[in-house]
């Protein structure tokens, strides 16, 4: 009749206890790491099973290949995890540069997250030296002077345009199309990567403008159609840019 064991787990480290939360930008770095490391879910995919009305898309796109050395901007950035996680090289390439854009009372939000980020190497602060890879800047949408300015702050015109989840307010849909008319002006070859998930029974007026009065070709990417989700509803990517 032995006595109950006092300790039934005398092996302390099989049940530790709750560690701390970790700092967020260690929590951020978990999260882009998974970001990189996400499996191609279609590794040998099928000849051709869903033909792009585009002939010339790529029927298997790579999204390194957008940003590969190229010089970036994000518009509507929020807090900044799309950027960041771009310019970290979760594409599979990260650009030679990225100006993340919102409005002005954004813009010390997005520059406190790039400073965070900054401590562990990920990406360069914005405030760390001339050659920093991660600018921050205001750009309310419509406002031709603002994209020009920060044009000039990034060196030169921008390759490519990352816009995720800006489609949602018709309010907006001008706006936003006359911001992406300005940046095309300023480089015709721009690629505008677009993400979108249907939220307003008007959005196809956006898509009906970019094609109309601005003069952009729009072409679903193949094989990127990301299903359900916490907030309901398909995303889609769109690769837009100027008809020629």
Known sequence: NPTPNPNPNPHPNDNPSPSPNPEP????????????????????????????????????????RYVRGKRALELGSGPGILGL??????????????TLTDLAEVVPLLRINVALNAVFGAIGGEETDA????????????????AH????????????????????DPAGYEPLCATLSHLAAANPKVVILLSYRHRNPES??????????????????????????AGGGDVRFFDVTLAA
């Open 131 to 146: 050659s920093s890879c991660v600018r921050c800047g205001a750009l309310p949408w419509g406002d031709a002077d603002a």
């Open 25 to 64: 930008e260690t929590q951020l770095r978990a999260h882009i790491a998974e970001i990189r490391t996400i499996p191609d879910p279609n590794p040998n995919p099928s000849p051709n099973p869903n033909p792009n009305p585009n002939p010339d898309a790529d029927p298997n796109p790579r999204l390194e």
């Open 204 to 229: 196809h007026r956006f898509f009906e403008m970019l094609r109309g009065p601005s003069g952009f070709t729009v072409a679903e990417l193949p094989g990127l159609r990301s299903a359900g989700g």
């Open 85 to 98: 996680a771009v310019s970290a090289g979760a594409l599979g390439a990260a650009p030679s540069s990225i």
């Open 149 to 168: 300015a920060l044009s000039a702050a990034a060196g030169g015109s921008f390759d490519v345009v990352l816009v995720a989840d800006c489609v949602y």
